[in-house]
């Protein structure tokens, strides 16, 4: 029979699908140039020209039963190699291709690592605010989402309620940085805190935790900002990672998980990730995908346009009266709204065609996403929306 | 901590597996030219021109935000229109777009369907001889699968068994038609009488009882066979497919779900596969394959040569004295094995450099499988091998 459980899972549509599809909506009627949508975090600059002429050169020069033929289904092995050289190179990481395990995206990253190391009940803990798709990858896998209250001051960690969170059926903590949707990035002291609690609990309760280090945003970082690799401060570490981002690649769905090889069984976790493969129907990335990508490793998308994008917001958003953490990445920010129901002051915004998404979803209340990721031109016009919008509803002097 | 029960999976190699790294190991020896090696389903022809052609295009000619950019999590639309379009055409059916859910290939889409409609502890029946992959596919999603034993005298459906197995418990049934191993098809009236069971039981006890039918093979189809389409038969019914074998592309990783509008709650199933993959990690397949394919979805790559080398193979076969149900489709036949003991016979052929998989993984006993899409010439060659191996081994006439 019909299983219920996803059945009633319908109906109830993401405020950013709600949001983004009234955005289409509106533009269908004033011109879509018109709406400034801030819903969706959608790469906005193109892959590097160099990942489509290697995929050219390989339809039109290499076997095409080799190049479409199956690949393992941990990933093609000379892939995981260069992934782990890279890593190694950028990071200090001793990665080999054997700890790679290649996924269709964070989102398949996530789901193996957190079946590596947590059983239907144990708990894992994230911190607010967080990527709410978080919620359905963790819960469906029978493991519990338990999510640490924010650090509003700067959105680093609020140590005080995750000590008191993480007890003994926490099997693994689950970090974003840089972070959707606040664009924090951990520092190295967070990070080096962090660290230190978990094995100092490891200890105590006799068992492993895992970090599990979801990283799309790494490659999207902002001047003199220092972005540590999370991984090299916790050995019972996994680094997620997708191209999405990084590439302007996220229709392709190519990315995968790091597992740190000073982790308890680091040698079995690769091989573990296959088995569960078997049982989800998950498979490995697109032969084609995988060898174009990893012709490109040490190349992104021109990715100054967030930045570009981040200081004109910024210092229009601050100067109007807005309180805003400045992020130190991605292509997001998150500012306080100027009441305290989110909700409503997002739909105030709508009246003036800006699409803002409420924090609420995120874990906090009281803030809003701006999603960055479209032409500077098009943020340049939104600042007299927000100057509009802002003295009107809310009488600011701006 | 680590997860044992995916740990306790690693080292149980797979007999296929372990029969072509023999293969392999024996061919770095005596040169890969002179091993037969039958053991793996892998196409050996290449996809046909057009899909390499517009791939091309593609890359060249758009814009690569567009075609690179996220895509609906269920698919695109287009091409699920296309794809529903192609069959209601070939077969008959009423599918529109929204009854088609793309998938990573054939594994993705039997794990929706499963999760669809059983709950962890359901059984799910399926028929001997089967792809042994079923079962990590279906036992590591909570469901359990139960094999019905084999009908060896055509490789139809055992249905004494098959009625007596057919408990309450049973919320699905999962076929494989054209089947791996035995190259069977089944008839329109095994279809007929297997629905007529299905409906039957289902009356009597209250509830759905899906078909999964598995067709990766739907395209192999040899002179003279009628394939008829299982949905057909029987309403509440979800056609699983995979590109791999009918346009050579198994690296690429792209199939679907196709479910019939006539079932059980039909217009919410594709929504409801959208919420599984949240759950387990999948994503849809990558733009630009799904985009490709949509192009070529009435085209395969060209097929005849694996019919050639099945006459050639069943003719020698059987004037050695070997008793094979005659293939219909697939690019396998499954010969009664010499003695009784299977492992026993491939282990003795081995010396012949013949690599032959024993029928034991696949839930009969006695048997063996020949995966023969590899060179026409070397089929040719292996002829020998085989007379040698008979008469030396067995004593045999032939």
């Known amino acids: 029979m019909i299983v219920q459980k996803y059945k009633d899972m319908l109906g109830r549509k993401s405020v950013i699908r709600q949001l983004s599809e009234f955005a289409t909506a509106r533009g269908a009627e004033i011109g879509y140039e018109n709406v400034f949508d801030f819903s969706l975090g959608n790469p906005s600059v193109p892959v590097p ?78 911190f607010a605010p967080y990527f709410p798709e978080y919620q359905p990858y963790i819960n469906l896998s029978g493991a519990v989402l ?105 229709g392709e769905r190519i990315g995968y998980v790091a597992v740190n090889p000073a982790c308890t069984d680091a040698e079995y976790i690769t091989n573990m990730c296959g088995q569960i493969s078997r049982g989800t129907g998950h498979n490995c990335p697109p032969s084609i995908i995988q060898l174009a990508v990893a012709e490109v490793l040490d190349l992104t998308s021109d990715l100054s346009v967030y930045e570009t994008n981040m200081n004109i917001l910024y210092k229009e958003l601050t100067s109007l009266g807005f309180e805003c953490v400045k992020p130190g990445g991605t292509f997001y920010m998150f500012p306080k709204a100027l009441e305290k129901d989110a909700i409503a002051f997002c739909e105030k915004a709508k009246k003036y065609d800006l699409i803002l998404v409420p924090s609420d979803s995120f874990g906090v209340e009281g803030y809003f996403r701006i999603a960055y990721c479209i032409d500077t031109e098009k943020v340049k016009r939104s600042l007299d929306a927000f100057r509009k919008f802002v003295k009107t509803e809310y009488k600011f002097a701006g």
Chains 1, 2 share one sequence.
């Open 146 to 250: 338990k999510v640490v209250p924010a650090n509003v001051e700067n959105f680093q960690i609020n140590f005080e309620a995750f000590e008191e969170m993480l007890t003994d059926k926490v099997m693994a903590v689950l970090i974003n940085t840089p972070n959707n949707p606040s664009g924090m990035v951990y520092t190295a002291e967070t990070l080096k805190k962090l660290a230190d609690v978990m094995s100092a609990k490891e200890k105590e309760y006799g068992h492993d935790i895992f970090l599990i280090s979801d990283e799309p945003y790494r490659e999207i970082i902002f001047e003199g900002i220092d972005a540590p690799y999370a991984s090299s401060f916790y050995p019972n570490s996994f680094s997620c990672y997708s191209y999405s981002k990084s590439l302007s690649l996220p």
């Open 49 to 126: 020209q160099k990942f489509t002429d290697i995929m050219i050169d390989m339809l039109q020069n290499r076997d095409p039963m080799e190049l479409h033929g199956y690949s393992q289904s941990l990933g093609i092995p000379s892939v995981r190699e260069k992934i782990a050289q890279s890593l190694n190179k950028r990071f200090g990481m001793n990665y080999t291709g054997n700890h790679i395990f290649m996924t269709t995206g964070a989102a398949g990253a996530i789901a193996h690592a957190i079946r590596c190391v947590t059983q239907p009940g144990d708990e894992i803990l994230t």
